[in-house]
């Protein structure tokens, strides 16, 4: 087996063309024990190509890609029971009971969690006799998930994974990928594209457009490096002259609204911004309040990096 470095996967210039589009064009990156990381990118970026290959559905042109020490390329049995998987839509066995189906994911795996206590976890325990093809696209989904952590693996792959989910399955589901990951040596991957999940799962995303890695780092990093900027605001008393804040760093504007002002700023970084504010309001005794402050998002950095163009229309 391939001596790995200590990585649970580590993709080097991988490839792959379907016909004349080619949806994997050297695509790089590692995901290490105890990361959550987001492969984010616009429709038909190669990002499920990317997963297919990693989870030893499809074969790559070239390139290189080890999942926990193992090349793909030689396939995946050996550790196949140790890696668990959410596919976009799950094609589970519709006329099976929940009950069963989780009998026989269990059966498969060396190590198999509490299957009664994985059903209850997902709200689901009262559905363990109800036939698969029962339950609704949200129950489907949470079932995807108990299934895909019945045999207790080291590396999750999650393929827009909330996709069908409601705001607690959502959160169901967050919590479920950070026990497993967080303070082990277990990982994930998963693709998404909503931005708020990316920044409330992921510790790094990578951001790839057709078929190629634009940037790769934490969420925080990735704003500083390609959005770097905070807003922020506040409403002062009517009278205040625009003198008291002209001379502080980021001053924007002073606007007129009912019975007082409020006060703009902008400036590259948010501390040394705040920092000259409280010295201006210690030095002037201006009121503060109704402070917002807004910082650049994962939002508009994957627009910038991406662009505002539908790509499959
Ligand atoms: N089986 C296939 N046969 C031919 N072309 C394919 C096939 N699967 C994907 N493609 C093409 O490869 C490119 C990458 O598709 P892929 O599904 O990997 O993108 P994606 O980033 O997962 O997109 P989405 O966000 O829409 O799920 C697209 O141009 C797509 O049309």
Redesign the pocket.
């Known amino acids: 087996m391939d001596n790995f470095g200590g990585g649970m996967i580590e993709v080097q210039d991988l490839r792959k063309s ?2 004349k ?1 080619q ?1 994997v064009a050297g695509l790089s990156f590692r995901v290490e024990p105890g990361e959550v990381v987001g492969l984010l ?1 616009p ?7 990317t997963m297919e290959i990693l989870e030893g559905l499809r074969r790559p042109d070239g390139g290189r890609a080890l999942v926990l020490g193992r090349d793909v390329s030689k396939g995946l049995q050996p550790v196949r029971t140790r890696i668990g998987i959410v596919l976009q839509s799950s094609a589970l066995l519709e006329r099976a009971t929940v009950g069963e189906l989780m009998r026989l994911y269990r059966l498969m795996y060396p190590e198999p969690q509490d299957g009664t206590a994985l059903l209850q976890r997902v709200g689901l325990a009262e559905k363990t006799d109800a036939q698969v093809g029962s339950l609704s696209g949200g129950q489907k989904q949470r079932l995807a998930m108990a299934l895909a952590i019945a045999g207790n693996p080291d590396l999750l792959f999650l393929d827009e994974p909330t996709a069908n989910l409601d705001p607690q399955g959502r959160a169901l589901l967050w919590d479920m990928v950070r026990e497993r990951v967080a303070g082990t040596g277990r990982a994930a991957l998963l ?1 998404t ?1 909503s931005m708020e999940e990316a920044q409330a799962l992921c510790s790094r995303v990578a951001i790839v457009d057709h078929g190629r890695l634009l940037a790769v780092g934490t969420p925080a990093a990735l704003v500083n490096e390609h959005c770097p900027g905070a807003h922020v605001s506040f409403e002062t008393e009517a009278q205040a002259p625009v003198e008291t804040f002209a001379g502080v760093e980021g001053f924007q504007s002073l606007e007129p609204q009912p019975g007082r002002s409020r006060v703009h700023f902008a400036a590259p970084r948010l501390e040394p911004l705040l920092a000259s504010l409280m010295a201006a309001q210690v030095a002037h005794g201006f009121a503060i309040e109704n402070l917002s402050v807004e910082r650049s998002t994962l939002g508009d950095v994957f627009l910038k990096l991406t662009g505002r163009e539908l790509r499959d229309a």
């Open positions: 379907y016909g589009t949806a990118g429709n038909g970026a190669g990002k499920t190509t693709t594209h």
